[in-house]
Nanobody
Framework: QVPLVESGGGSVQAGGSLRLSCVVS????????MGWFRQAPGKEREGVAT???????TYADSVKGRFTISQDSAKNTLYLQMNGLRPEDTAIYYC??????????????????????WGHGTQVTGSS
């Protein structure tokens, strides 16, 4: 059983919207730090949006006001609502979870250093 499975990617015109979903099938979902990360061709992976176990979100400056991270504990699902997509949002988007203990400085960092579980990714393309 794959612990994290993403879906919802696709290709949209600039300004369009997509909603990514990540079904979590391992452990107690609500206890984890969860996040969406992306990697564009030729670029390093970057944090897009993360959510703490107390539901506090953090967003990269490039997506603030356009993307919203949320979770539904009853469905064990993490979401990323993406509005106003731009060509520069084009990347493979990965869902990740940090299930173990983390240092206090990690909170709100958008880093993936303590993420021990990853999905396979879903392609998002914003065309001009």
């Amino acid at each position: 059983q794959v612990p994290l499975v993403e879906s919802g990617g696709g290709s949209v015109q600039a300004g369009g919207s997509l909603r990514l979903s990540c079904v979590v099938s391992v452990g107690t979902f609500s206890n984890y730090y969860m996040g969406w990360f992306r990697q564009a061709p030729g670029k390093e992976r970057e944090g897009v949006a993360t959510i703490e176990s107390d539901s506090t979100p953090t967003y990269a400056d490039s997506v603030k006001g356009r993307f919203t991270i949320s979770q539904d504990s009853a469905k064990n699902t993490l979401y990323l609502q993406m509005n106003g997509l731009r060509p520069e949002d084009t990347a493979i988007y990965y869902c990740a979870a940090a299930r173990g203990p983390k240092p206090s400085w990690f909170r709100g960092s958008l880093l993936s250093a303590y993420c021990d579980t990853w999905g396979h990714g879903t392609q998002v393309t914003g065309s001009s």
